[in-house]
């Protein structure tokens, strides 16, 4: 997590560092920090909480520096607090980090036992004291960083300021994203291409493992080795203006009402829209010859995975494993050499996500890429990449993201289905005319947005909620239960509807508001049974079905939410908006920030 830039400017650069910090602020808002050369010292200016305390700091005791670095923190070790905030600086440099230093306790031990005053609780101020070590020994800047980067184990993104030195950049990228940016006579370091947009698309990526010396003249790229390497300029297409929440009050009001037309627009870079069919996925590997896929993911991009798991099963029948990346990645799973590895991410940059597609490449299997950002590393790892595209995803909760992730999951599907000649044109035609009606379909739902704000008033007051559901529902009630818990702090569950009765129903009183997600399905009649059992036993049922729902259901009816009428198979991708207006108006009801949620970061780049 956290956000790093770095700028080599021909004028004052804090607020250009501003800039870029308030597109990393996705990254983390715990702290935020910049260091700059005044008259060639290191001066700086740091303020816990979000970036707006560092701005009103930076209003009333400026800086001038042409050169200087950024950091906007999400906090792994060590709380959250000023003394802890980035850039770490000794007497002769500052830096910021992104990542976890793995080995600090015993590089701290040695560097204190030197006498180098660490004053923080953070792993990554030994990275400024490794490099000020070197530095009293007589190296130069570029040597001791040198020296210095293979003592660190873990992982970081890096960016080095020195004291007196006003034409000199150095950054480190192992196992977290750094890109260059090249300016008119300015250079950029950056923890993303989004960040460094207001000022080039010119970019190039820094790979595992190297490090790189910026100058106002250029960037000189070293590997592992120390080996000077070039590495490729492309022209970003991250959009240089800071997105807006143009009328809504949070960008996650915004974002969820954006997906009609981000779902529409992902569904038709995979349906030929004038034939109506799914247009050939380029799978790397024959898809005839498939025995098994597996999907790894974490959070939200894990429940479109698992809600995939069902369509592939379905359509192609193929068997899925599916694991969240932080176990998958250490569970030593035995990997299939001809296969598949699924890897879905918004961001691209999810570390334990990342992590696991190495360990599936690693041992042979190819990996399909689902992702939203385009020049992310996951995205530049896949052998075949499935864009989503949702476009910017801000407010750290995902909702287009996911809706996006799960129509790329169902037209890869139906196309699997059709490469394996498991599912005939009838069937895929049928399936296709469904999922094209779902841009529309979401549309109607975003409708049902009042009567969503009025149960929002009663959920506001509850201790905990569960959440219900069968089928593809299933993983929607586990992705309800997360939107609510991330937004709002309610303590909330997702079930299995057929799984109520072996444990979680012992739960139910009147206090306990019970969410049945019950589209009108194979398994509707199985949910309504389910549900029959809740208002037995007193529980406060609120169901979101189709209209004729709440009849057939005969029970006893806290609230209802009324769905367009739709065909059953993608209902999730309509349901989900439902379910995220829930989260969402619950938590703004409640006071809480919708859009930077507590404790949260939108891109999880540490395990
Ligand atoms: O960028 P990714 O899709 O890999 O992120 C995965 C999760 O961190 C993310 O979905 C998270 O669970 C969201 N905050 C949920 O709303």
Request: glycine share 10%; net charge negative.
């Given at each position: 997590m956290c956000g790093i830039v770095g700028i080599l400017g021909t004028g004052p650069?804090?607020?250009?560092?501003?800039?870029?910090?308030?597109?990393?602020?996705?990254?983390?808002?715990?702290s935020a920090g910049i260091a700059t050369l005044e008259a060639g010292r290191l001066t700086r200016r740091r303020a816990e909480g979000k970036l707006r305390n560092l701005e009103t700091r930076l209003a009333a005791a400026p800086l001038e520096g042409a050169i200087g670095i950024g950091h906007t923190r999400w906090a792994t070790h060590g709380k959250p607090s000023e003394a802890n905030a980035h850039p770490?600086?000794?007497?002769?440099?500052?830096?910021?980090?992104n990542g976890i230093i793995e080995n600090?306790?015993?590089?701290r031990e040695e560097l204190s036992a030197k006498g180098h005053k660490l004053e923080t609780e953070t792993d990554s101020e030994v990275a400024a004291f490794l490099v000020t070590d070197e530095l009293a020994a007589g190296k130069s800047p570029i040597e001791a960083v040198a020296a210095a980067l293979p003592r660190m184990r873990g992982a970081y993104a890096l960016a080095y300021l020195f004291d007196g030195e006003d034409n000199l950049l150095i950054g480190a990228r192992r196992g977290a994203p750094l890109a260059v940016g090249y300016g008119q006579g300015e250079m950029y370091?950056?923890?993303?291409?989004?960040?460094?947009?207001?000022?080039?698309?010119?970019?190039?990526?820094?790979?595992?493992?190297?490090?790189?010396?910026?100058?106002?003249?250029?960037?000189?790229?070293?590997?592992?080795?120390?080996?000077?390497?070039?590495?490729?300029?492309?022209?970003?297409?991250?959009?240089?203006?800071?997105i807006e929440k143009g009328n809504y009050r949070h960008f996650m009001a915004k974002e969820i009402h954006e997906q009609p037309e981000v779902v529409g627009h992902t569904l038709a870079h995979?349906?030929?829209?004038?034939?109506?069919?799914?247009?050939?996925?380029?799978?790397?590997v024959d898809p005839a010859k498939l025995s098994r896929i597996t999907i790894c993911a974490c959070g939200t991009a894990y429940m479109a995975g698992l809600i995939g798991k069902y369509w592939i099963e379905r359509f192609a029948r193929l068997p899925v494993e599916i694991d969240v990346a932080s176990e998958y990645r250490y569970r030593e799973a035995p990997v299939d050499a001809s296969g598949v590895t699924i890897v879905i991410?918004?961001?691209?940059?999810?570390?334990?996500?990342?992590?696991?597609?190495?360990?599936?490449?690693?041992?042979?299997?190819?990996?399909?890429?689902?992702v939203n950002v385009p020049t992310s590393s996951i995205s530049r790892l896949s052998d075949s990449l499935a864009p989503t595209l949702a476009g910017p995803e801000i407010g750290v909760a995902s909702t287009k993201a996911f809706t996006c992730q799960l129509a790329?999951?169902?037209?890869?599907?139906?196309?699997?289905?059709?490469?394996?000649?498991?599912?005939?044109?009838?069937?895929?035609?049928?399936?296709?005319?469904?999922?094209?009606?779902?841009?529309?379909?979401?549309?109607?739902?975003?409708?049902?947005?009042?009567?969503?704000?009025?149960?929002?008033?009663?959920?506001?007051?509850?201790?905990?909620?569960?959440?219900?559901?069968?089928?593809?529902?299933?993983?929607?009630a586990l992705e309800g239960a997360l939107k609510l818990k991330e937004l709002s702090y309610i303590h909330a569950e997702g079930y299995a509807a057929g799984e109520l009765k072996h444990g979680p129903i012992a739960l139910i009183d009147e206090a306990m508001p019970v969410i049945v997600i019950a589209p009108r399905d194979p398994v509707f009649e199985k949910t309504v049974s389910n549900m029959q059992e809740v208002a037995a036993r007193g529980g406060r049922i609120i169901l979101i079905g189709d209209k004729s729902a709440a009849e057939e259901a005969a029970v006893g009816l806290a609230h209802f939410l009324a769905m367009p009428e739709m065909g059953h198979e993608f209902a999730p991708i309509v349901y989900a908006a439902t379910v995220q207006m829930i989260a969402y108006h619950t938590a703004v009801i409640m006071g809480k920030d919708a859009d930077q949620p507590r404790n949260l970061a939108k891109s999880v780049t540490v395990e």
């Amino acid at each position: 997590m956290c956000g790093i830039v770095g700028i080599l400017g021909t004028g004052p650069v804090a607020g250009q560092i501003v800039d870029a910090l308030k597109r990393l602020e996705y990254r983390g808002y715990d702290s935020a920090g910049i260091a700059t050369l005044e008259a060639g010292r290191l001066t700086r200016r740091r303020a816990e909480g979000k970036l707006r305390n560092l701005e009103t700091r930076l209003a009333a005791a400026p800086l001038e520096g042409a050169i200087g670095i950024g950091h906007t923190r999400w906090a792994t070790h060590g709380k959250p607090s000023e003394a802890n905030a980035h850039p770490h600086a000794s007497e002769k440099l500052a830096v910021v980090h992104n990542g976890i230093i793995e080995n600090f306790k015993a590089l701290r031990e040695e560097l204190s036992a030197k006498g180098h005053k660490l004053e923080t609780e953070t792993d990554s101020e030994v990275a400024a004291f490794l490099v000020t070590d070197e530095l009293a020994a007589g190296k130069s800047p570029i040597e001791a960083v040198a020296a210095a980067l293979p003592r660190m184990r873990g992982a970081y993104a890096l960016a080095y300021l020195f004291d007196g030195e006003d034409n000199l950049l150095i950054g480190a990228r192992r196992g977290a994203p750094l890109a260059v940016g090249y300016g008119q006579g300015e250079m950029y370091l950056g923890s993303d291409a989004l960040a460094l947009a207001p000022f080039t698309d010119l970019i190039a990526y820094l790979e595992e493992g190297d490090w790189v010396v910026l100058t106002r003249e250029g960037a000189v790229f070293h590997d592992a080795t120390g080996k000077v390497v070039t590495r490729r300029k492309i022209r970003s297409p991250a959009g240089g203006l800071l997105i807006e929440k143009g009328n809504y009050r949070h960008f996650m009001a915004k974002e969820i009402h954006e997906q009609p037309e981000v779902v529409g627009h992902t569904l038709a870079h995979y349906i030929d829209m004038s034939e109506q069919r799914v247009r050939p996925f380029a799978w790397p590997v024959d898809p005839a010859k498939l025995s098994r896929i597996t999907i790894c993911a974490c959070g939200t991009a894990y429940m479109a995975g698992l809600i995939g798991k069902y369509w592939i099963e379905r359509f192609a029948r193929l068997p899925v494993e599916i694991d969240v990346a932080s176990e998958y990645r250490y569970r030593e799973a035995p990997v299939d050499a001809s296969g598949v590895t699924i890897v879905i991410s918004q961001s691209g940059e999810t570390a334990d996500t990342l992590a696991s597609l190495r360990y599936a490449k690693e041992n042979g299997s190819k990996i399909v890429g689902i992702v939203n950002v385009p020049t992310s590393s996951i995205s530049r790892l896949s052998d075949s990449l499935a864009p989503t595209l949702a476009g910017p995803e801000i407010g750290v909760a995902s909702t287009k993201a996911f809706t996006c992730q799960l129509a790329v999951m169902a037209a890869i599907a139906i196309s699997l289905g059709q490469a394996r000649g498991t599912l005939d044109e009838a069937s895929a035609a049928a399936l296709v005319a469904e999922l094209v009606a779902i841009p529309g379909l979401i549309a109607q739902a975003l409708k049902l947005e009042p009567a969503v704000e009025a149960i929002a008033h009663s959920l506001a007051k509850a201790r905990d909620v569960l959440y219900l559901g069968r089928g593809t529902a299933y993983p929607l009630a586990l992705e309800g239960a997360l939107k609510l818990k991330e937004l709002s702090y309610i303590h909330a569950e997702g079930y299995a509807a057929g799984e109520l009765k072996h444990g979680p129903i012992a739960l139910i009183d009147e206090a306990m508001p019970v969410i049945v997600i019950a589209p009108r399905d194979p398994v509707f009649e199985k949910t309504v049974s389910n549900m029959q059992e809740v208002a037995a036993r007193g529980g406060r049922i609120i169901l979101i079905g189709d209209k004729s729902a709440a009849e057939e259901a005969a029970v006893g009816l806290a609230h209802f939410l009324a769905m367009p009428e739709m065909g059953h198979e993608f209902a999730p991708i309509v349901y989900a908006a439902t379910v995220q207006m829930i989260a969402y108006h619950t938590a703004v009801i409640m006071g809480k920030d919708a859009d930077q949620p507590r404790n949260l970061a939108k891109s999880v780049t540490v395990e």
